[in-house]
């Protein structure tokens, strides 16, 4: 792939390449297995002395070039899909983490990585500290441990929308030496991409605007290639000393900047299996080559209806990026220069109930748990979500209790604004 196209051509064009006489559709390799003609080379495969296919549970051809195309988007050396969104936040940690080591972890993440940090990990050794990603740079930095091997942010947080300070986070991160590990769900590569701004393993729940039509569930791990894993050889020696698994191969050793994401196939999708379905890849795929097209109008949407709702009598408050007075706008401008995402969040006066009570008078917008799909979707996180959270971990976590998520989708704008119209006269 020609690497200086630009990226509404790497949308359409990334990942399959097809040869004379070969699909022009990427084709769904669905087979758990491939053949091959002598046992020694099926074994040298086992030996990651070759590369090649031989158990999808491990890799199979088609997520394999789907994730070489969002590795492109995101401008990285190597990506691999897992089922989900959680499956990539898990093993982009548990990559380069072991029972005894400490994470360092945004406070406003999303509601399921949160939980996966801060109960279910711990359960594996696995100790997490969350901070406050406004906080200063002090207050970071002494969340960190000798045991700490990795910095965990959202882009644009789920359903909080704090926006990184990319730059500044990952200067912290680097000054500890561990990688900066953003889950860039929201903005997509189309609004951001993190590697420009020194962040190092980028995550994605593909669920959302990269499927974008609520179709199959997945995620996705890109690293930049950019840490450098040697360097703190001493904090990472799962990438920089033999493992035993594969007769004593180092994986920085012999696979360079390709490390990070070959252990995590040759490891961890090796044990645990969190492998995407290859039709879901397909989907996957087929959403990639309009994402150009449908995350602009996504935020232009959003704009305009965070506009409305801002000048409503009715309306307590509204939190989008893309407006002028929000607390992230000045970082979105610089991040994000031509929108943030489609997702919106607000809350009504009188408090919690009635933003609960005109939900259920919302007509286009339907109450789903989902967000950043084509169709507008509409969600109450502390009553859904974020529901196992106390009040004290949701103000932790920027989630006011009368908050509603409001995904705007991309039907007309107009009929959008005129549901919510309608569903206010009735509060
Ligand atoms: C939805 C979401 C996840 C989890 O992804 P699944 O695909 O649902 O497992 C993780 N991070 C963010 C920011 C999300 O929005």
């Known amino acids: 792939m020609n690497n200086n196209y630009r990226i509404e051509t790497k949308c359409i064009q990334s990942g399959w390449n097809p040869k004379k006489g070969e699909p022009r559709v990427l084709p769904i390799y669905q087979s758990t ?17 070759d590369s090649g296919y ?20 995101e401008g990285g050396v190597a990506a691999m899909l897992t089922s989900s969104g959680q499956a990539a936040n898990y093993y982009a940690v548990f990559n380069i983490c072991e029972a005894g080591d400490h994470i360092v972890a945004s406070s406003s993440l999303y509601g399921g990585t949160y939980n996966l940090y801060g109960t279910t990990m711990k359960k594996q050794g696995i100790d997490c500290t969350f901070v406050d990603p406004d906080a200063s740079d002090e207050e970071i930095s002494a969340a ?20 990184l300070d990319i730059e500044r986070i990952a200067r912290i991160a680097h000054d500890h030496g561990v990688p900066l590990i953003v ?7 189309i609004n951001c991409r ?20 609520a179709m199959s569930v997945g995620g996705c791990i890109v690293d930049s290639g950019n840490f450098d894993w040697e360097m703190h050889a001493d904090k990472f020696p799962g990438l920089t000393t033999p493992d035993e698994s594969y007769h004593g191969i180092v994986y920085t050793k012999k696979f360079g900047k390709l490390a ?9 999708m090796r044990d645990l299996g969190s492998i995407q379905s290859p039709q879901n890849a397909f989907l996957l795929n087929v959403g990639l080559e309009t994402l150009h097209l449908r995350v602009p109008r996504h935020c232009e949407n959003a704009l305009k209806v965070a506009q409305y ?9 509204v939190n989008y990026p893309g407006l002028d007075g929000n607390k992230y706008h000045a970082l979105a401008e610089k991040y994000m220069p031509d929108g943030s995402c ?28 989902h967000v950043a799909d084509a169709r507008t979707c509409v969600l109450h996180p502390a009553s859904h979500t974020h529901r196992q959270m106390t009040d004290e971990q949701l103000e932790e976590a920027g989630i006011a209790p009368d908050l509603i998520r409001f995904s705007v989708g991309i039907e007309n704008v107009e009929d959008i604004i005129a549901d919510l119209d309608q569903a206010l006269q009735t509060v």
């Open 309 to 317: 709702l801002s000048e409503h009598e009715k309306v307590a408050w």
């Open 183 to 189: 889950d860039n769900t929201f903005p997509t590569p």
């Open 54 to 73: 031989f158990y999808t549970r491990l890799q199979n051809p088609t997520n394999d070039i789907v994730a070489s195309k969002i590795a492109e988007l």
């Open 342 to 369: 489609g997702v919106i969040a607000f809350g009504l006066k009188g408090g919690r109930a009635v933003s609960v009570g005109f939900m259920d008078k919302l007509q286009l917008a339907a109450i789903v748990t």
């Open 260 to 268: 990070y994401i070959t252990k995590a196939t040759a490891q961890l």
């Open 144 to 163: 960190f441990r000798p045991n700490t091997k990795a910095l965990v942010a959202e882009t644009v947080s789920n359903p909080s929308l704090v926006v």
């Open 194 to 213: 993190p590697f420009e701004w020194g962040a190092d393993i980028v995550t994605h729940s593909t669920t959302k605007y990269m499927d974008g039509h």
């Open 33 to 49: 297995t491939f053949k091959y003609d002598t046992s020694d080379q099926m074994g040298r495969l086992f030996d990651l002395e």
